[in-house]
T-cell receptor, first 117, second 116 residues
Framework: ETGVTQTPRHLVMGMTNKKSLKCEQH?????MYWYKQSAKKPLELMFV???????ENNSVPSRFSPECPNSSHLFLHLHTLQPEDSALYLC????????????????FGEGSRLTVL | AQSVTQPDIHITVSEGASLELRCNYS??????LFWYVQSPGQGLQLLLK??????LVQGIKGFEAEFKRSQSSFNLRKPSVHWSDAAEYFC??????????????FGQGTTLQVKP
């Protein structure tokens, strides 16, 4: 396995279900991200984990709950979602170099297409 | 506030023709600039990036982009488009200055259609 892999690629769930999206990066990076991509809208940053600590949460509703157990894995736990949450959820990773800040170059997975009925 | 504008939502070019996709940014410091491409059903792939130095940068798949500070632009170009270039293209700027998060700000994207 190389790069950033996301599972499942497609997910259909009802509003009362609980599901999780998984992301794994094989690049040795120390920062991971969740982005939401909706039609006709710019990518929206949801969560950032750097060195396994959450450093950014862009006012995301609590029905989305991230988890980063180690630097290679990132989860997005979903519960009681709304139809407007249907979107492509993209995971990305990057490398922060101590003392040099962050270049911002992101490596993306192929995304998980979520449909909420 | 930092922002990225891609003025063209949709562009159609003939195969073999030249291409230019526009990107304008608003950023308070020296920006890092990126172009990403997204094929249908796929994630985003980095085409090229500008951090400093030569303002004309070369990327993968024959793409290049030129950073023009005076115009706050970072337009993407390709001399001869191939049918496989049909995709959505995103310009991004970052980091956003909020510490070391590496957060990128993306434009809305430009959909490229290639006519045979």
């Amino acid at each position: 396995e190389t790069g950033v892999t996301q599972t499942p690629r497609h997910l259909v769930m009802g509003m009362t279900n609980k599901k999780s999206l998984k992301c794994e990066q094989h690049l040795g990076h120390n920062a991971m991200y969740w982005y939401k991509q909706s039609a006709k809208k710019p990518l929206e940053l949801m969560f950032v984990y750097s060195l396994e600590e959450r450093v950014e949460n862009n006012s995301v509703p609590s029905r989305f709950s991230p988890e980063c157990p180690n630097s290679s894995h990132l989860f997005l736990h979903l519960h009681t979602l709304q139809p407007e949450d249907s979107a492509l959820y993209l995971c990305a990773s990057s490398q922060q170099r101590p003392g040099q800040g962050h270049t911002g170059e992101l490596f993306f997975g192929e995304g998980s297409r979520l449909t909420v009925l | 506030a930092q922002s990225v504008t891609q003025p063209d939502i949709h562009i159609t070019v003939s195969e073999g023709a030249s291409l230019e996709l526009r990107c304008n940014y608003s950023y308070g410091a020296t920006p890092y600039l990126f172009w990403y491409v997204q094929s249908p059903g796929q994630g985003l792939q980095l085409l090229l990036k500008y951090f400093s130095g030569d303002t004309l940068v070369q990327g993968i798949k024959g793409f290049e982009a030129e950073f023009k500070r005076s115009q706050s632009s970072f337009n993407l170009r390709k001399p001869s488009v191939h049918w496989s270039d049909a995709a959505e293209y995103f310009c991004a700027v970052g980091p956003d200055g909020s510490g070391n998060t590496g957060k990128l700000i993306f434009g809305q994207g430009t959909t490229l259609q290639v006519k045979p």
